[in-house]
């Protein structure tokens, strides 16, 4: 799945989604809502300009500094969707376990957690969404708050 600024369309292949529960063991209709509410949250950005100012900051940077600075997009997106999964349980929407569903697919869809899987080894100077860790405390940190202030992975340790 993934975000285009340019339409302001999120675009899901299905396909991902039953690696999602098939490969990565993190099943659940919630944990797939947690993936969309992450594309959702890049829309966020860009209507609120934090993209544009993303892609103007990226330009002219090493490939290993770019890939930082997209970590804590990545990681943003991931604290909006939490957001969004706060009010989501204030209308009494969510089954138990849903939250844990969604906070499981974090951990799995992490880039130490991927790299493991994959290669069968990690190279953190290459992630660029965060690691199992990072994207389960901002999605959770979201979660917790419902505030989108709270959502500031830009400045201060990740």
């Not at 063991?25 to 934090?50: C, D, K, M, P, W």
């Not at 080894?121 to 389960?136: K, M």
């Amino acid at each position: 799945p993934f975000y285009c600024p340019g339409d302001h369309k999120v675009y899901l292949d299905m396909t991902f989604f039953q690696q999602l529960d098939q490969q990565f063991g993190a099943s659940g209709e919630f944990a797939r809502a947690y993936v969309v509410a992450h594309e959702i949250g890049h829309h966020v950005q860009n209507l609120t300009g934090i993209m544009g100012k993303f892609n103007q900051m990226r330009q002219g940077m090493s490939e290993v500094d770019a890939n930082q600075l997209s970590v804590r997009i990545e990681l943003q997106a991931d604290c909006f969707a939490g957001v969004w999964a706060h009010f989501t349980q204030q209308k009494g929407i969510l089954e138990q376990g849903d939250i844990e569903s969604a906070l499981n697919a974090a951990k799995q869809i992490g880039d130490d957690t991927l790299q493991k899987k994959m290669q069968g080894y990690v190279v953190p100077e290459s992630f660029n969404h965060g690691t199992s860790q990072q994207r389960q405390t901002w999605l959770a940190r979201g979660f917790k708050s419902g505030k989108l202030s709270d959502c500031n992975t830009m400045s201060g340790p990740i």
